[in-house]
């Protein structure tokens, strides 16, 4: 079924089976709808990622005993790239639930917890949403401001939330508000996590987002209004939610990365294909040398991203010491690279790139967003830099 090797013979026949089960998914269940979910902006129809629910493709880094399908990171990314290709505004709403509350509920909740939630969520049955950033926090996010109250055995939960991915249609969010007080701010050890049922009293769904891309994504902001929830719902300890966060990002960025190469791929398809059937002064582009050099560069970036995707995911698996810098390696390289492709794919399609008739001129609008969310470039560049300093106290 699928068209690419995955690094030749190294795939297990379970990876292959799994990698070809989720471009199955992507050609017959996702590509053919991609334009009409583009087009119902605001109307986030969550069935494609039921469905996803029920191939067990939303637990698929969670342990056999808490009902996952207890695989690896490596895999995982496979499944993604795949839906990514498929429509990249699913593939964000798996991103998001396998990558973020799911593992801060695996690492950090009690079992009781992962009864309640990590189980059902693993099944496909109850979909997961992540919410840290707010108006005034964003690439600084410790200085997020909702407040949760500390009154008794519950924790009264007031302030406003913004960009949450799935935010009004997800069944749970893991959101991270102040335990702190505003007497003592504590910074990074003032935030606690909690898992919020989205049909809690107090949880008001806002105003969804406009987007140039990922139209079919739900993003929107969130108002906690006097929202009561008893101690069940903090997840470890009181101060340590931002850590917590931080950590299952780690792990996001690579699952952005994935999302990326798809988009870089779906790209290089178009273009490759319109090329092979376009002519132009008597020969089809692809026979124009300034076309091929166009796609040789998209391919080798292409490429090049997946590889280092790939050694980062093995980094993570292996909690390798420079796990952390690859991460956001992989997250920098493989988003421009796929606004580089699919830019180049709009070019190699000439006007008909610019026309919403055409699929390249959506993967240019979602291409972007790659480049944004997780942690900005910017502060990836930041961390990459950093990163390199500890290596070398490390070493030395
Ligand atoms: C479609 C979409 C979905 C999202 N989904 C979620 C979600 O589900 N949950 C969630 O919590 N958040 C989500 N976000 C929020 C996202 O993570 C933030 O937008 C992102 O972290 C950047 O924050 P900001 O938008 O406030 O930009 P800012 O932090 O205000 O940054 C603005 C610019 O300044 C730059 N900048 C900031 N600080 C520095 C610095 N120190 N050095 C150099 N440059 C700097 C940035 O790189 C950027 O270019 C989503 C965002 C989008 C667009």
Known sequence: MSRRSY???????????????????????????????????????????????????????IPEEYDGLGLDMLTYLYALEEISWGDPSVAV?????????????????????????????????VLGAFSLSEAGSGSDAAALQAQAIREGNTWRLRGEKLWVTNGASADLVLLMARTDTPEDRRGTR????FIVPTDSAGYVPGRKERKLGLRASETLAVALEDLVLGDEHLIGEPDRGFGYALEALEGGRLGI???????????LDHARD??????????????????????AEMATRLEAARGLMYRAAQAYTANEPRRRK??????????????????????????????????????????KVTEIYEGTNEIHRLIIARELYLERGMNS
């Open 257 to 267: 990365a994935a999302q990326a190469v798809g988009i870089g791929e779906a790209a």
């Open 274 to 295: 319109y090329a092979d059937t376009r002519s132009q002064f008597g020969s089809k582009l692809r026979e124009f040398q300034g076309i091929q050099f166009k796609l």
């Open 7 to 61: 690094g030749g013979t190294l795939l297990t026949d379970e990876q292959r089976q799994i990698c070809e089960l989720a471009r199955q998914f992507a050609v017959e269940e996702l590509r053919p709808r991609i334009e009409e979910r583009d087009e119902a902006e605001g109307q986030f129809d969550r069935s494609p990622v039921d469905q996803l629910g029920e191939l067990g493709f939303l637990g698929m880094l």
């Open 326 to 367: 690859l991460s956001s390696m992989a997250k920098l390289y493989a988003s421009e690279a796929a606004m580089y492709i699919s830019r180049e794919a709009v070019q190699v399609f000439g006007g008909y790139g610019y026309s919403r008739e055409y699929p390249v001129e959506k993967l240019f609008r979602d291409a």
């Open 93 to 125: 709403s798996m991103s998001v639930h396998n990558s973020l509350p799911t593992q801060v509920l695996l690492r950090h909740g009690s079992e009781s917890q992962k009864d309640r939630w990590l189980k059902p969520m693993a099944r496909g049955e």
């Open 190 to 193: 003032g935030i606690g996590a």
